[in-house]
């Protein structure tokens, strides 16, 4: 029984550092750099963002709390337990409302048909751009690739 509970106990602070990390890994690369965290529309984005880096380091308290716990029960109190456990799920609970609200803001902003129809069209025209940029052999008898990347202009589908 305790072989078992220190391999969830060990995936999930595995799975929570490794939550964390990306997320950091994301703010610093991605929304520091870029002038879209000053922008309205982005706000919640980011927000989320926090809000799962907060949900790792809950996740790491929580399921670091079981080992004390499943080791010496009659020391360690299960309030500790309990309480962390009940933070992580108000956390989650938290981050699945904000990300209703990014898409209902997506909504009202683009409009609901609008916000889908946006959606796919920028879907279609990655395919689109994939395909396009997708290099080609021109010559397949020689020995050495010659690759050749069409230039064609980028059109745009938006609604």
């Given at each position: 029984?305790?072989?078992?509970?220190?391999?969830?106990?060990?995936?999930?602070?595995?799975?929570?550092?490794l939550?964390?990390?990306?997320n950091?890994?994301?703010?610093?690369?991605?929304?520091?750099p870029?002038?879209?965290?000053?922008?309205?529309?982005f706000r919640?984005?980011?927000?989320?963002?926090?809000?799962d880096?907060?949900?790792?380091?809950?996740?790491?308290?929580?399921?670091?709390?079981?080992?004390?716990?499943?080791?010496?029960?009659?020391l360690?109190?299960?309030?500790?337990?309990?309480?962390?456990?009940?933070i992580?799920?108000?956390?989650?609970?938290?981050?699945?409302?904000?990300?209703?609200g990014?898409?209902?803001?997506?909504?009202?902003?683009?409009?609901p048909?609008?916000?889908?129809?946006?959606?796919?069209?920028?879907?279609?025209e990655?395919?689109?751009?994939?395909?396009?940029?997708?290099?080609?052999i021109?010559?397949?008898?020689?020995?050495?690739?010659?690759?050749?990347?069409?230039?064609?202009?980028?059109?745009s589908?938006?609604?």
């Open positions: 029984m305790l072989v078992t509970n220190y391999t969830v106990t060990a995936i999930g602070i595995l799975s929570s550092g939550q964390v990390a990306l950091i890994h994301i703010v610093y690369k991605y929304l520091i870029s002038p879209a965290w000053k922008k309205h529309d919640f984005i980011i927000f989320r963002t926090f809000i880096i907060l949900q790792g380091f809950a996740g790491v308290a929580y399921f670091s709390s079981i080992i004390p716990y499943v080791l010496r029960p009659d360690f109190s299960f309030n500790y337990l309990f309480v962390s456990g009940l992580l799920t108000n956390i989650t609970i938290v981050r699945s409302f904000l990300a209703a990014i898409a209902i803001e997506r909504c009202f902003n683009y409009g048909v609008t916000g889908v129809l946006r959606t796919v069209g920028r879907l279609f990655a395919l689109v751009m994939y395909k396009l940029m997708k290099p080609k021109t010559s397949p008898k020689s020995n050495s690739m010659h690759l050749k990347i069409p230039q064609q202009e980028r059109t589908m938006r609604f």
